[in-house]
C-alpha cells in the first residue's frame, strides 16, 4: 500500500480542497471540497483530464454517512418500499446532485 498524499488549499469564501491521486498507478486524481457552511463535492479526475468524470455534491448528514461507511462502520439498512402498482416502471435511477465548477472556478482547477 502506498503512502496517501493530500494536499490541502483554501478556497477563500468558499471552505477547503484536498486533492490525492488514487486508483492503480495513481492516475486518478480525487478531489474534495468542504464547504464553510456545510456541503461537499466529491470530484474524480482521469488522467490529465480538465473536466472531472464525476461530481457529486453531498449534505453534511450525507457525507458523514458515506465517511462511516469508509471507515468500515456497520449501518441499518432501510428496506425498500415495495410498490403496489406494478403498471408503473420503477424510477430510472438514482437522483445525484452535482456542481458544475466551471473552468475559471479554484474548486474544478487542476493542480
Same mark, same amino acid.
Given at each position: 500500500?502506498?503512502?496517501?498524499?493530500?494536499?490541502?488549499?483554501?478556497?477563500? =469564501?468558499?471552505?477547503?480542497?484536498?486533492?490525492?491521486?488514487? =486508483?492503480?498507478?495513481?492516475?486518478?486524481?480525487?478531489?474534495?471540497? !468542504?464547504?464553510?457552511?456545510?456541503?461537499?463535492?466529491?470530484?474524480?479526475?482521469?488522467?490529465?483530464?480538465?473536466?472531472?468524470?464525476?461530481?457529486?455534491?453531498?449534505?453534511?448528514?450525507?457525507?458523514?454517512?458515506? !465517511? !462511516?461507511?469508509?471507515?468500515? !462502520?456497520?449501518?441499518?439498512?432501510?428496506?425498500?418500499?415495495?410498490?403496489?402498482?406494478?403498471?408503473?416502471?420503477?424510477?430510472?435511477?438514482?437522483?445525484?446532485?452535482?456542481?458544475?465548477? =466551471?473552468?475559471?472556478?479554484?474548486?474544478?482547477?487542476?493542480?
Amino acid at each position: 500500500m502506498s503512502e496517501l498524499v493530500v494536499q490541502e488549499r483554501r478556497l477563500p =469564501g468558499i471552505g477547503w480542497r484536498y486533492d490525492t491521486r488514487v =486508483g492503480d498507478d495513481s492516475e486518478q486524481l480525487l478531489v474534495i471540497v !468542504a464547504e464553510d457552511r456545510g456541503p461537499r463535492h466529491i470530484m474524480v479526475f482521469d488522467g490529465q483530464s480538465e473536466e472531472p468524470s464525476t461530481s457529486v455534491r453531498l449534505s453534511t448528514g450525507h457525507a458523514a454517512g458515506i !465517511a !462511516a461507511l469508509l471507515t468500515g !462502520a456497520r449501518l441499518a439498512v432501510v428496506p425498500a418500499v415495495v410498490d403496489e402498482r406494478p403498471d408503473e416502471p420503477p424510477p430510472a435511477g438514482i437522483p445525484v446532485d452535482t456542481v458544475d465548477a =466551471g473552468e475559471q472556478s479554484v474548486a474544478g482547477s487542476r493542480p
